[in-house]
């Protein structure tokens, strides 16, 4: 009981990190129709920057999060201008190579700046512990937990309620339609890329704090299992990665502990393919009928 | 819905004009329909139509003619009724099988395979003539040269029959937009079909491009000697070409008949104008 | 027709010469260790960028799987190899192993196609990325592939002058095929369905039969190109053949265009030397490498860049049929006179 109360919790933590990473991949593909490759790489910079800022700097850590989630939402944007927008146009293949590259970039400049060795995750190393049901859970995985909950409650409101968010809506519905109501879809665009951006900064912090060593390559296999938590749930939904990205976490931690490390990530990638050969466009995405 | 349906050729009861009335219709629908999630989209559609017969299926937007011609060609399953194509029945067949069965067909918004030569547009339909095997082309056996050159004889005559024989080499996406629909047609013939299904032909063309449709959709019954049905909300052509005619609305027949029949039907005038005020 | 034979031609053409002089260069020794040991994986690349132009290009159909075909083949090959060492020519275990890795990747193939049939674009990409990891994992965790620490190919390990004629061979023949593919019944319902399924449907195209047929083939070839692979090194895992690879791959297809063959060829030779040209440049390689492929995809989207493009191919192609419109008009003023 305690091994499934905790295996249970810690899949929740990185469920909670794969959806916060999921709704950067979905609301750009629903806004822009691009997958963003290169977004998993944000990732990385906001935990470079954190580690920058407390490390160097000497500031405190929660200024440090919020410094990654500046940098990394201007990142975000500056991404979208210099090699997206340019190619709003192109066929989809091209958007998939340039990001592609974008991703490389950004590897390859961490590679240049911090060097190949792994670098340790410095925050919130004071935070207690608690236990629950006889299991013993990190302070941090709770705090992952309800942030998570509040981003995700936040993220509705926002995109249900105010002008930017019905902006957003209305893009990734019909874009055409949107610009003639007098949405601009280039700011629209801009505001999805720095909230996904920013989304996948906080992310960052909860991966730092819960694999603590961070590499120029960190971010590239949570940003595939973000893809594919956002593919899961039907990507271009929001509640989608939200849901998508639990579940896969969870599989994934139940997997390991119950059946084996070593097939984890067969097992996520096997559940995936099943989910999708049963529901074509995920748990949660539109059946699109094509019109002949 | 039972699936031997017996048929007296000559006397189905189905066949509404004059032109094949003593022989076995090509196509005949029987209470053909299907709904969409509790909606009735078509209902008891019953139709037939002669071999060499061009038939009409005119209606107001949304009636229900579209999903008909997927009906007939399996992009849709139907719910009820039967489909036969000379007698026999298409239930279970997939669109590819029912292409090889004899129905051919173009589409409102023009589906070309864009990114090909118009040759290979023609030629792609040709799984009649060009007839070989992966391994064939593979290695280019003697059969691979014979069927090719076949094939391109053929679709280079088929083209020429509609004056294209020029631009075989151009790109389908390049072509203007009236020799597009025209290449559709000629693609949709080089499948060999019995029927010959066209979706709104003069959507979007001019006068003079109209009648000069007129007289290639009587050109290829002539022809090809196959049956032709058609969408269209060009009354004049549907008026001049068709010899019979079919009114849906709401999914329903409203009417057969020939034109004159038509044009002289009070509820096909309600159902495009509008019910007269009473005073 | 005749045109595109004509451009299958140069293609084959432009391989022999690039083969002869770099056999010469082989053969005589002058060339470098760091560019013999470059050399068969290049050749490689060539085979697993057009095997998988023919998904990507021809079927129109995005794969980030291409590595684990590619690693299914390797393994499978790698270990006939191994148990066949001593007891058959080395030629005929070459041949042998080569096949069996192209037949099981094929196998791979067939599965990984089987979902391609219910799903689309990107839902398609993620699950070839999904088979390819999970054949990774696989062969991971099997036994018989050395597990983590990866199979020791040492004894069948063989250097380029060796491996050297079955590489071209297999270049000649991925292209070869692809090309016979390209212009045969078979590619155009398989360009068809590219362009569009619905009307490809209607013509009678089976599109099941096509798509498996597709990955099918493509599968055997990436197969056949990891056996060759997996004899130039003394140990191989299935760690290094994950997506990255597949995307590596793609880029490659992308860059050298949709459905071009010979673009495949270039860019696999170009993109693979290049960060090996750069060596001296150590951490910026990569870095230059990622810059050149972002202001590729950019500057060939571009509106300005694109109508230069037209403008100088379009005054070529005028002034071709011009001069072909004036020998016509000599020809027949001649038949005149």
Known sequence: MTVFIRTLISGLNLGSIYALIALGYSMVYGIARMLNFAHGDIIMVGAYSGIVAVMSIGLPPIVGILLGVIVCALLGITIERLAYKPLRQAPSLSILITAIGVSYLLQNLALIIFGPEQKAYPMFSGVKSFQILGAKIDGITILTLAVTACIMIGLNLFINKTKIGKAMRAVSEDKGAAELMGISTDRTITVTFAIGSALAAIASAFYGATYVYILPTTGSMPGIKAFTAAVF???????????????????????????????????????????????????????????? | ??????????????????????????????????????????????????????????????????????????????????????????????????????????????????????????????????????????????????????????????????????????????????????????????????LLLLDEPAAGMNPAETTELMENIRKIRDRFEIAIFLIEHDMNLVMNVCEGICVLNFGQIIAKGTPEQIQNNPEVIEAYLGKKKEN | MKKKNYGNLFILFALTVFFAILGGMLYTGNIGR??????????????????????????????????????????????????????????????????????????????????????????????????????????????????????????????????????????????????????????????????????????????????????????????????????????????????NVSIEILVIVVLGGMGNIFGSIAAAVILRALPEMLRGFENYRMLIYAIVLIMVMVLSNNKKVQSFRYMVTGKLKKKLRERKAAKQAKKGGEMNG
């Open chain 3, 34 to 243: 760091q560019f013999t040991n470059m050399l068969i994986p290049i050749f490689m690349y060539i085979v697993l960028a057009v095997s998988l132009n023919l998904v990507v290009g021809l079927l129109g159909e995005l794969s980030l799987g291409h590595a684990g075909f590619m690693s299914a083949g390797l393994f499978t090959g790698c270990l006939v190899s191994i148990r066949l060492y001593g007891l058959v020519s080395d030629p005929l275990r070459f041949v042998i192993s080569m096949l069996v890795g192209g037949l099981v990747a094929a196998v791979f193939g067939l599965i990984v196609g089987l979902p391609t049939l219910r799903l689309r674009g990107d839902y398609l990409a993620i699950t070839t990325l999904a088979c390819g990891e999970i054949i990774k994992t696989i062969i991971t965790n099997l036994k018989i592939t050395g597990g983590a620490r990866g199979l020791d190919t040492g004894h069948v390990y063989s250097g380029a002058k060796t491996l050297f004629p079955y590489a071209v061979v297999l270049v000649y023949l991925t292209v070869i095929v692809m090309m016979h593919i390209k212009n045969s019944a078979q590619g155009r319902a398989i360009m068809a369905i590219r362009d569009n399924r619905i009307a490809a449907e209607s013509i009678g195209i089976n599109v099941t039969h096509y798509k498996l047929a597709v990955f099918v083939i493509a599968a055997f070839f990436a197969g056949a190109a990891g056996v060759l692979y997996g004899h130039c090194f003394a140990n191989v895992k299935a760690a290094s053949f994950d997506y």
């Open chain 2, 1 to 194: 819905m039972a699936n031997k349906v017996k048929l007296v050729p000559g006397k189905s009861p189905n066949l509404f004009t004059e032109r094949d009335a003593g022989k076995m219709p090509v196509l005949e629908c029987i209470h053909l329909g299907i709904d969409f999630g509790g909606l009735h989209a078509v209902q008891d559609f019953d139709v037939a139509i002669g071999p060499t017969e061009i038939t009409g299926l005119i209606g107001p937007n949304g009636a229900g003619k579209t999903t008909i011609f997927n009906l007939l060609t399996k992009v849709y399953e139907a719910t009820s009724g039967t489909v036969l194509l000379n007698g026999i029945d298409l239930k279970g067949m997939t669109t590819p099988q029912v292409c090889k069965m004899g129905i051919g067909r173009t589409f409102q918004n023009i589906r070309l395979f864009n990114n090909m030569s118009v040759l290979d547009n023609v030629k792609a339909a040709m799984n009649h003539t060009i007839d070989y095997g992966f391994a064939t082309g593979i290695l280019r056996l003697p059969k691979y040269a014979r069927e090719e050159k076949l094939g391109t004889e053929k679709a280079m005559e088929l083209l020429s029959i509609f004056d294209m024989q020029d631009e075989a080499g151009d790109r389908a996406g390049s072509l203007p937009y009236g020799e597009q629909r025209r290449l559709e047609i000629v693609r949709a013939l080089a499948t060999e079909p019995k």
């Open chain 1, 233 to 292: 749930g039907g990507i271009g939904s929001i509640p989608g990665a939200m849901l998508g990205g639990i579940v896969l976490g969870l599989i994934e931690q139940f997997a390991k502990q119950y059946i084996s490390t070593l097939w984890s990530n067969a097992i996520v990638f096997g559940v995936l393919i099943i989910v999708l050969l049963v529901k074509p466009t995920g748990l949660m995405g539109k059946t699109i009928q094509e019109k002949v």
